[in-house]
């Protein structure tokens, strides 16, 4: 197979992993891709997973990088966050929160760090679009919690001043019954405490 004829099959893709391409060309020779690496046609995002490297230029597409990469994962905490505008931008590191172990990658688009919680608290997201893609994404409120119970030093009205949210958001757009019903479930108490003091500081 020549590279052209597996762009047109796998480049609407965006991302592709070695399994796919088996999948449709049983016969395919992995030496291809150590090749087209080599030659810039296509990047390495982990082991066995690959993109086209234009889409590098394509705003966003590092959210659906994430999912992709590593699975099952939503986008959470500072990246998710930065993403509704309620922090300022975020730098290239993508924070997702799975179910799986505590994991990290760094590839062409960004370090992708990925924080373990139990199975009962992987809920909260939503599937939103970004760049013609979409992807699983944390809500608002749920961002929120993950950073707070992932990060346990934000417990100070200092630290959570640092976290720079945006007033308006805190005070007209966050959904405080979703906020409070998804902190029981979380069955913290010290979540629950720095959810309290989230709320002092902001209101």
Same mark, same amino acid.
């Given at each position: 197979?020549?590279?052209?004829?597996?762009?047109?099959?796998?480049?609407?893709?965006?991302?592709?992993?070695?399994?796919?391409?088996?999948?449709?060309?049983?016969?395919?020779?992995?030496?291809?891709?150590?090749?087209?690496?080599?030659?810039?046609? $296509? +990047?390495?995002?982990?082991?066995?997973?690959?993109?086209? =490297?234009?889409?590098?230029?394509?705003?966003?597409?590092?959210?659906?990088?994430?999912?992709?990469?590593?699975? %099952?994962?939503?986008?959470?905490?500072?990246?998710?966050?930065?993403?509704?505008?309620? $922090? %300022?931008?975020?730098?290239?590191? $993508?924070?997702?929160? /799975?179910?799986?172990?505590?994991?990290?990658?760094?590839?062409?688009?960004?370090?992708?760090?990925?924080?373990?919680?139990? %199975?009962?608290?992987?809920?909260?997201?939503?599937?939103?679009?970004? /760049?013609?893609?979409?992807?699983?994404?944390?809500? =608002?409120?749920?961002? $929120? +919690?993950?950073?707070?119970?992932?990060? =346990?030093?934000?417990?100070?009205?200092?630290?959570? +001043?640092?976290?720079?949210?945006?007033?308006?958001?805190?005070?007209?757009?966050?959904?405080?019954?979703? +906020?409070?019903?998804?902190?029981?479930?979380?069955?913290?108490?010290?979540?629950?405490?720095?959810?309290?003091?989230?709320?002092?500081?902001?209101?």
């Amino acid at each position: 197979m020549d590279y052209l004829e597996f762009r047109n099959r796998f480049f609407e893709l965006g991302c592709f992993s070695v399994n796919q391409v088996l999948a449709w060309y049983p016969s395919f020779q992995r030496n291809n891709l150590s090749r087209w690496l080599g030659r810039g046609l $296509i +990047l390495r995002l982990r082991q066995g997973y690959y993109a086209f =490297p234009e889409y590098t230029a394509q705003p966003g597409f590092a959210y659906f990088v994430s999912n992709y990469i590593y699975k %099952p994962s939503y986008v959470s905490t500072h990246a998710a966050l930065a993403f509704y505008g309620v $922090i %300022p931008e975020a730098s290239v590191r $993508i924070t997702a929160v /799975s179910a799986l172990k505590t994991m990290a990658f760094t590839n062409s688009f960004g370090t992708f760090s990925y924080q373990k919680v139990k %199975p009962s608290l992987f809920f909260g997201y939503e599937q939103k679009e970004s /760049s013609t893609r979409f992807m699983l994404i944390a809500t =608002p409120e749920k961002a $929120i +919690l993950d950073l707070l119970y992932l990060y =346990p030093f934000y417990n100070t009205e200092e630290e959570l +001043l640092n976290l720079r949210f945006d007033t308006d958001f805190m005070q007209s757009e966050l959904d405080g019954k979703r +906020l409070s019903e998804y902190t029981e479930r979380f069955e913290s108490k010290r979540l629950s405490e720095r959810v309290c003091l989230l709320r002092r500081v902001y209101d």
